[in-house]
Nanobody
């Protein structure tokens, strides 16, 4: 079974930084696209950034950087200059060729709260 486990969320003051991590584990052959979405209270889930050989960032995203470590099956989201509007649950997403076939996987989410 494939799992995505996020970490690194928390409470940060406006202007601060956070680095989220997402590690894939389980029985799989290969990870293709891997990236991040977020869902703010009362809003739909939206793309932050997705990496699949290159990184596609959402137009509304600034000061966000993806770093992917294929040897560790891990992707990171570095966020700088955070604003209260960045408060959301951040979800890791990946397209993975598991031993039982191709699938789209989600992590459980990590809460990011930007507040003074």
């Amino acid at each position: 079974q494939v799992q995505l486990v996020e970490s690194g969320g928390g409470l940060v003051e406006p202007g601060g930084s956070l680095r989220l991590s997402c590690a894939a584990s389980g029985s799989f052959v290969r990870i293709y696209a891997m990236g991040w979405y977020r869902q703010a209270p009362g809003k739909q889930r939206e793309l932050v950034a997705m990496h699949n050989g290159w990184t596609n960032y959402a137009d509304s995203v600034k000061d966000r950087f993806i770093d992917r470590d294929n040897a560790k099956n891990t992707i990171y989201l570095q966020m700088k200059n955070l604003k209260p509007d960045d408060t959301a649950v951040y979800y890791c997403n990946a397209n993975i060729l598991a031993t039982r076939g191709m699938g789209d996987y989600w992590g459980q989410g990590t809460q990011v709260t930007v507040s003074s």
